[in-house]
């Protein structure tokens, strides 16, 4: 009997083992996995096909053994998604094969055997249409910076200033656009060159790398900045039989100007990289923000506008606006998820411009928005698209967007006290062509 009794204990904590308890059964079910980031995106082609890819990371997930991916074409519809697109081992994915310039819905949730944890938050991204593969010699990669330093409607400019200066000093964009700088008068930037014809929106180049194109007027081009003749002995102005004044020739002047929108200015300059001797427009522009309801029909008409007579200036010069590279730059006032978004980028594709977040090859804090209204050192979250406002737009098929990055200076996952703006600065890295 005793030795009966031996044998049943032992198959009992056999038994056990292998079964376990219910609780350690449960306790194999992971956690639910964090915020999905989409760390870049890039076109590609494979078997005379077209297509798109996106690459994305997330936080580790406990008890995870593996990691299931799941897209879609819409929110509803990747929520319902039974069949992991992908499943990896790691904590990235890349999902391959997707068309471009289409929206997709994307998941994750992690799996340990037959036990599913949550799904992560649903997040979107748009693939990019095109990318161009450029020759860096003639067509360098140029850190293109957008920031809207508030120095009209926020306060204690006088104390935010030197901060404004000391980010771009870190930052060492090529060329920087800012917004909102009407109070920024004399504004000195060591190292850098302001363009013309700039009032909220300002317009700054490095002054080592780049040079304003100059272009001499003919003779039937006036401009009231041509200096004007004078007479050495009597220091009046010369004029013609006519009564005229008399311009000194020849008259060379900066190619730039100024679009004239409803709203804020939207200044224009040539710029010619030294070393390469491309010549690059690059436009400043600030759209109307929403005011208790939408203005999104304003930005589509201020945005037309800009269009308009940045045509027409150009062509003033002798330039065709579609022969050129061009890069618009500010504070679009817009993004996905915002209502009526939709009619700024119909303008901006008909004109052939998309936005380099969603064309750009790596994307650094896409969750962390731009613009910061609350002044808080910790990153306000925009969980589904990353709501920036704050862009640079560039033609796909004339461009490569190496990298587009939110690089507010940060220590511990805040961004670092005193903050210089209500927004941090956008640094896109492209080529253009």
Same mark, same amino acid.
């Given at each position: 009997?005793? &030795?009966? /009794?031996?044998?049943?204990?032992?198959?009992?904590?056999?038994?056990?083992?292998?079964?376990?308890?219910?609780?350690?059964?449960?306790?194999?079910?992971?956690?639910?996995?964090?915020?999905?980031?989409?760390?870049?995106?890039? +076109?590609?082609?494979?078997?005379?096909?077209?297509?798109?890819? *996106?690459?994305?990371?997330?936080?580790?997930?406990?008890?995870?053994?593996?990691?299931?991916?799941?897209?879609?074409?819409?929110?509803?519809?990747?929520?319902? %998604?039974?069949?992991?697109?992908?499943?990896?081992?790691?904590?990235?994915?890349?999902?391959?094969?997707?068309?471009?310039?289409?929206?997709?819905?994307?998941?994750?949730?992690?799996?340990?055997?037959?036990?599913?944890?949550?799904?992560? %938050?649903? *997040?979107?991204?748009?693939? +990019?249409?095109?990318?161009?593969?450029?020759?860096?010699?003639?067509?360098?990669?140029?850190?293109? =910076?957008?920031?809207?330093? @508030?120095?009209?409607? @926020?306060?204690?400019?006088?104390?935010?200033? +030197? /901060?404004?200066?000391?980010?771009?000093?870190?930052?060492?964009?090529?060329?920087?656009?800012?917004?909102?700088?009407?109070?920024?008068?004399?504004?000195?930037?060591?190292?850098?060159?302001?363009?013309?014809?700039?009032?909220?929106?300002?317009?700054?180049?490095?002054?080592?790398?780049?040079?304003?194109?100059?272009?001499?007027?003919?003779?039937?081009?006036?401009?009231?900045? @041509?200096?004007?003749?004078?007479?050495?002995?009597?220091?009046?102005?010369?004029?013609?039989?006519?009564?005229?004044?008399?311009?000194?020739?020849? @008259? *060379?002047?900066?190619?730039?100007?100024?679009?004239?929108?409803?709203?804020?200015?939207?200044?224009?300059?040539? /710029?010619?990289?030294?070393?390469?001797?491309?010549?690059?427009?690059?436009?400043?522009?600030?759209?109307?923000?929403?005011?208790?309801?939408?203005?999104?029909?304003?930005?589509?008409?201020?945005?037309?506008? *800009?269009?308009?007579?940045?045509?027409?200036?150009?062509?003033?010069?002798?330039?065709?606006?579609?022969? &050129?590279?061009?890069?618009?730059?500010?504070?679009?006032?817009?993004?996905?998820?915002?209502?009526?978004?939709?009619?700024?980028?119909?303008? =901006?594709?008909?004109?052939?411009?998309?936005?380099?977040?969603?064309?750009?090859?790596?994307?650094?804090?896409?969750?962390?928005?731009?613009?910061?209204?609350?002044?808080?050192?910790?990153?306000?979250?925009?969980?589904?698209?990353?709501?920036?406002?704050?862009?640079?737009?560039?033609?796909?098929?004339?461009?490569?967007?190496?990298?587009?990055?939110?690089?507010?200076? =940060?220590?511990?996952?805040?961004?670092?006290?005193?903050?210089?703006?209500?927004?941090?600065?956008?640094?896109?890295?492209?080529?253009?062509?």
């Amino acid at each position: 009997m005793r &030795l009966r /009794l031996l044998a049943c204990a032992v198959v009992a904590v056999l038994t056990a083992a292998t079964l376990g308890t219910p609780a350690e059964a449960a306790s194999k079910k992971p956690g639910a996995v964090g915020l999905v980031s989409v760390t870049g995106a890039a +076109p590609y082609d494979s078997s005379g096909k077209k297509y798109a890819k *996106i690459s994305i990371s997330w936080p580790k997930a406990t008890r995870a053994k593996k990691y299931q991916v799941f897209v879609a074409g819409s929110r509803a519809g990747v929520a319902k %998604a039974k069949k992991p697109r992908v499943t990896v081992k790691s904590r990235k994915a890349t999902i391959t094969k997707l068309k471009r310039n289409r929206t997709y819905w994307i998941q994750v949730r992690a799996v340990n055997g037959s036990k599913a944890g949550k799904r992560s %938050a649903r *997040i979107a991204r748009v693939t +990019p249409a095109a990318t161009a593969k450029l020759w860096s010699k003639r067509h360098p990669v140029y850190r293109l =910076m957008s920031y809207n330093v @508030c120095s009209n409607a @926020c306060s204690k400019w006088e104390t935010r200033q +030197p /901060l404004v200066v000391n980010e771009v000093l870190r930052l060492k964009p090529d060329v920087l656009a800012v917004q909102e700088a009407s109070r920024w008068k004399n504004a000195v930037i060591p190292g850098y060159t302001e363009t013309l014809g700039g009032k909220d929106n300002r317009i700054f180049y490095r002054t080592a790398a780049f040079e304003q194109v100059t272009q001499r007027l003919s003779a039937t081009q006036q401009s009231a900045e @041509c200096p004007l003749e004078t007479d050495p002995r009597t220091g009046k102005v010369v004029r013609d039989d006519e009564g005229d004044p008399v311009r000194v020739e020849p @008259c *060379i002047l900066p190619l730039d100007g100024v679009a004239e929108p409803e709203g804020k200015d939207a200044p224009w300059s040539v /710029l010619r990289h030294k070393a390469s001797g491309q010549a690059v427009v690059f436009v400043g522009i600030h759209l109307k923000v929403d005011e208790g309801g939408s203005n999104a029909a304003v930005r589509a008409r201020q945005t037309s506008q *800009i269009f308009t007579d940045l045509g027409n200036q150009l062509a003033w010069w002798g330039k065709r606006l579609h022969h &050129l590279p061009v890069v618009l730059l500010g504070d679009f006032n817009t993004n996905r998820s915002r209502a009526g978004n939709s009619r700024l980028e119909t303008v =901006m594709q008909a004109n052939g411009f998309y936005d380099a977040y969603e064309q750009a090859l790596k994307v650094s804090r896409q969750h962390f928005n731009t613009a910061n209204p609350r002044w808080s050192t910790q990153p306000i979250v925009g969980v589904t698209w990353g709501d920036h406002v704050d862009k640079v737009w560039v033609r796909p098929g004339r461009s490569r967007v190496h990298q587009w990055a939110n690089v507010g200076k =940060m220590s511990g996952g805040r961004f670092v006290a005193p903050l210089p703006s209500d927004h941090h600065p956008l640094m896109v890295r492209a080529q253009v062509s």
